[in-house]
Every structure is written in C-alpha cells, then in structure tokens.
C-alpha cells in the first residue's frame, strides 16, 4: 500500500489561510470518511488536529478544519500563525492489507 | 490526563530482536475504549502506522511487517509491548507507542524512543 500523496511544503504569510491536500484513491480517501490529520513539531510526538475528515477535538483551534472530495482529503488552516509552522500528516483508512496509511507529510512554513 | 511513556534499549544489532514496552499511566488500561498502537518514524522521514492490540488481546498488524511482529499487553502492569524480530537498519526509526480510540484516532502520544539498529 502506497503513502497518500502530499505536498511536500506549503508556505503562507501570518494572517493568511493555506490548504493541504492528501490524495489518495477509492480504495482509501475516497471510499471512506476515516481519515484524520496531525501536526509535528521538531522533535515532538504528532498531535491530532482532524478526525473523520472533518471533526475537531477539543482543544483544537476552530483555524483548523477538514474537507474532502472524491479521492481528496484537504486540511485549511485559516489566520495562519507562527505557530502552526510543523509538519503535517494525513492518515486514511484503506482496503488494502495494511489497513491504515499515511500521508507522505507537509512542512508548514510561515513566511 | 493519560501519560504513555516508551522503554526498550536504544541499539539493536541486525538480525536480532527490538523489544520496546509501553507503560501507561493515569487511565484506564482495561477499558474497551481504546486501542493500543505503535507508530514508527525514520529519522527525517514520514509516519508509519505499525498495529495495535485491543484490550481483548486481538491485534492488526502493518503487512509488510506482521512477518516478524508480535504485539501483547500485561494489564497487571498496565503496559502493552511490541517485539519485531530479524531486524535491518531500515527499521532505525523513532517508535511511538500511543492510545487511540479508532485506529486512526490517536489523541494520546509517548514522547517517543529512538531505537537504532547497527552492528
């Protein structure tokens, strides 16, 4: 099973709002609304920011939310900050033999 | 407030076996809420999911590595393990333990643990 497809860096000015996609295939973003997104700082475990696509858990600013289309999973951030400069993963679940795959990863610059 | 926290040595030669254990502290270990996972991340690399077991002791494996997986859990000690056998240094990586409350739900996150494996 092959990593869902991100950009490999996405860079935005304070303030302003930036997307990243996840593209994968009817076998995984696309078949099911079972994918979730994290956000890695340097050095630090993930911490989740979206599940079932479009879901926010508590604690989470509402600058993050979810969407997806067809076989296109996106994660906005809005009033982009500082902050939010990381890596970002997106997880789907898929009907291949490894169940679950991850997406390549995007590097969040804040310029 | 969960706490999950990863221990195992650092170095594994190849060919032998990493064993890593996770220690969790601060919930409910029994609870059929969650499930217990692994994730690994090469240096400079990406995420790779690994398995998790359930509290029944079922697990789900990644397929390219269920060859020489084995995952259990000791709820005595509120601790879940991981052991993967004949080991390259493709599996040089960062190894998460984390509780999740579906497979890919994952709100809770060890610090993580460097295991490198060189001769």
């Known amino acids: 099973q092959s990593a869902l497809t991100q950009p490999a860096s996405v860079s935005g000015s304070p303030g302003q709002s930036i997307t990243i996609s996840c593209t994968g295939t009817n076998s995984d973003v696309g078949g099911y609304n079972y994918v979730s997104w994290y956000q890695q700082h340097p050095g630090k475990a993930p911490k989740l920011m979206i599940y079932?696509?479009?879901n926010r858990p508590s604690g989470v600013s509402n600058r993050f939310s979810g969407s997806k289309s067809g076989n296109k999973a996106s994660l906005t951030i809005s009033g982009l900050q500082a902050e939010d400069e990381a890596d970002y993963y997106c997880i789907s679940y898929t009907s291949s033999s490894t169940p679950y795959v991850f997406g390549t990863g995007t590097r969040v610059s804040v310029l | 407030q969960v706490q999950l926290q990863e221990s195992g040595p650092g170095l594994v030669k190849p060919s032998q076996t990493l064993s890593l254990t996770c220690t969790v502290s601060g919930g409910s270990f029994s609870s059929d809420k969650y499930y217990w996972s692994w994730i690994r991340q090469p240096p400079g690399k990406g995420l790779e999911w690994i398995g998790y077991i359930y509290y029944s002791g079922y697990t789900y494996y990644n397929a390219s590595l269920k060859s020489r997986l084995t995952m259990s859990l000791d709820t005595s000690k509120n601790q879940f393990s991981l052991k993967l056998s004949s080991v390259t240094a493709a599996d040089t990586a960062v190894y998460y333990c984390a509780r999740a409350s579906d497979p890919i739900t994952i709100e809770d996150w060890g610090q993580g643990t460097l295991v490198t494996v060189s001769s």
């Open positions: 079932e696509v479009t």
